[in-house]
């Protein structure tokens, strides 16, 4: 009876330690993944900031700059018609 119990005993506890094991290969795992995640949602941040600089340099430099007569700078795209620009000028302080 008692060599059954160790047996059982010992077969439980190898369970429990195959379980551990199990379960720290996945926590480490899941913390690689993590890792990588984080990597990549960095490089994707970085690369969408970088953008947004390049459009706003692209806008800026394609508007024409117009000294208006009281003084104020408007801008309007090179595309757009004087009519239509004179609707929609962004005004500039001087």
Do not use: H
């Amino acid at each position: 009876m008692r060599a059954n119990f160790d047996d059982t005993f010992d077969a439980t506890i190898e369970q429990t330690v195959a379980s551990i094991q199990q379960l720290t290969a996945t926590v480490q795992n899941n913390a690689a993944n993590a890792r990588q995640g984080l990597e990549l949602a960095q490089a994707t941040s970085d690369l969408a900031n970088s953008g947004g600089e390049v459009m706003k340099e692209v806008v800026t430099k394609s508007y024409l700059t117009i000294r208006q007569s009281d003084g104020t700078l408007a801008l309007r795209p090179p595309w757009m018609a004087d009519e239509d620009a004179a609707r929609m000028r962004v005004v500039l302080k001087p």
